[in-house]
């Protein structure tokens, strides 16, 4: 499927497969390598990394995001390695997720905040508070506009994307 990212879970080790094909990312806890599936290569390393928690490819594939150091968010192309953006936290970051259109992507800090932020710039479009213990899951509708979290308490609320209000609690 060329169309959504691929995620195998090997360990402690994400593997993540470009929307392309062309690529892909793995992740250990300091280290991302880029491979070049047609050329059987590796691509760049990018290393030294803090801590790795989770990786994902996004926007079409051309960039790189991660959770590094459990509380900062980094992107970088997916062509040469370069940093394009670091963005740190006050709190932990639990989960990242990546809306289905290239919009958007979310993540949930430690205290249960939803922060949503622009696909391309990373600037913030919503934040919000769950009020959910130990948030499990974080995802988008297929068409974007709606993020679906999930907690250990058993419920499972829907938010509007753009301005985080509480739709549906299930």
Known sequence: NTKKDVCIIDGDFPVKLS?????IAVTDH????????????IQYSIDNISKISFCSLFNH???IVAVTDEKTLTVWQTDN?????????DKAIDHLAIDPNHHYLAIILKNGTVVVRNHD?????SSFQTNQDDITTLSFSPDGTRIVTGGLDETVKIWDTRFGTELLTL
């Open 19 to 23: 929307p392309d094909g062309r690529h």
């Open 30 to 41: 300091n280290q991302v390598t880029i491979h070049t599936i047609a050329q059987d290569a």
């Open 61 to 63: 594939g051309n960039s």
């Open 81 to 89: 390695g370069k940093k394009l953006y670091s963005i740190k936290h």
């Open 121 to 125: 710039t990373l600037d913030p479009v």
